[in-house]
């Protein structure tokens, strides 16, 4: 079986991966799993997660793709591209593009460049904040 291994900014995509998605594309023979952006750890091993910190991001990702050589898995991100981190690679050049599509793209090919352009790596950014999407479809979702 294929696996699909979701880093994700905090609860809300945490709990639509585990809820929706995973249920949904079981059906097509992959098994889904999130994992939160871990943004620090106490001293007692306790982990905070969620954040938009692109050390943070790109620390996780890096941390979850070396340990997958499975050529079943692949990871993804499940990110908005609105709150772009500010210490995110080129996020000037980034935010100036109007087109929020062509900015997406852009944003997701940074990500695989940064982390060394894997094919096992498949970012994923949404245009739009994704707690949005959860509320415009609250009823579908139900």
Known sequence: ????????????????????????????????????????????????????DWTKWKRNIAVVLPKRRDPE???????DLYGLPRNFPEREQLVAIRDTEHRADQVQARIAHELGDD????PCVQRHEFEALVLAALDDLA
């Not at 945490?14 to 249920?23: H, I, R, S, T």
């Not at 094919?119 to 498949?122: A, E, G, T, V, Y």
């Open 1 to 52: 079986m294929r696996r699909l291994l979701l880093v994700v900014e905090g609860q809300t995509a945490e709990g639509f991966v585990k809820d929706c998605l995973a249920p949904h594309l079981l059906g097509f023979g992959i098994a889904a799993a999130p994992i939160v952006v871990e943004t620090s750890r106490e001293e007692s091993g306790v982990k905070r997660r969620g954040g938009g």
């Open 73 to 79: 898995v692949r990871v993804s991100t499940l990110f």
């Open 119 to 122: 094919p096992r790596l498949i």
